[in-house]
């Protein structure tokens, strides 16, 4: 199994501005994924994030608000900008795991709370 | 619209019994679904998945059972232990990569 680490695990931040969330895997991996977790609600994906093209973002999310870098097969980052309080929330990137199987690895998550 | 559904946001169990919780579904094209479990400040952790072709899956403590016709798929535990106090996410997985989870269930096993 992939062993995956976010930074920071926690932040609290004032509204307007950015956050940059780093997600790094301790291998090799094709796809990485980015969810939301909000306050009583289930994880929603943002977007896929695939090494060296754009991410694929899903309904109700923008690259404008949610940009998102993947420079190697190791590493990704999710910024969420011009932060609101309704983007408190927490954040996971997650990747495959076994071919076929659906299951997909998570890292810790970052709560981020917007004041 | 939500595609995959949990109704019972959390349930109790006493240690040693059998513990079920239940996951509803709308879309008929979903490949696996999974059962993911989730401890305060961590992220999820897979717990045990399904193929849409089978109807039965089992791995020691945990079985998931998967209904078709009903859309509906639910994970045992037995015998409940307290270190399964968790909350319980069900997930669907379409086209190969994207998961649809849905809202959770929380369970507590009590001594």
């Not at chain 1, 994030?49 to 990704?76: C, H, M, W």
């Not at chain 2, 400040?41 to 016709?69: C, H, M, Q, Y």
Request: proline fraction near 5%; aromatic fraction near 10%; hydrophobic fraction near 35%.
């Amino acid at each position: 199994s992939a062993v995956i680490s976010q930074k920071p695990s926690r932040d609290i931040c004032q509204r307007g501005t950015s956050l940059t969330i780093q997600c790094q895997v301790d291998s090799q991996v094709t796809m990485m994924f980015w969810y939301r977790q909000q306050p009583g609600q289930s994880l929603t994906l943002i977007a896929t994030a695939n090494q060296g093209s754009e991410a694929t973002y899903e309904s109700g999310f923008v690259i404008d608000k949610f940009p998102i870098s993947r420079p190697n097969l190791t590493f990704s980052t999710l910024t969420v900008s011009n932060m609101s309080p309704e983007d408190s929330s927490i954040y996971l990137c997650s990747v495959d795991g076994l071919a076929g199987s659906g299951e997909q690895y998570f890292g810790p998550g970052t709560r981020l709370t917007v004041t | 619209d939500q595609q995959v559904k949990q109704n019972s946001p959390s349930l109790s169990v006493q240690e040693g019994r059998i513990s079920i919780l239940n996951c509803d579904y709308t879309n008929s094209m979903f490949d696996y679904f999974l059962w993911y479990k989730k401890y305060p400040a961590e992220g999820p952790t897979f717990l045990i998945s399904i193929s849409s072709i089978k109807d039965k899956n089992e791995d020691g403590r945990f079985t998931v059972f998967l209904n078709k016709s009903a859309k509906h798929l639910s994970l045992h535990i037995v015998p409940s232990q307290p270190g399964d106090s968790a909350v319980y996410f069900c997930a669907a997985q379409l086209n190969t990569d994207k998961l649809i989870f849905g809202t959770g269930t929380r369970l507590q096993v009590f001594p």
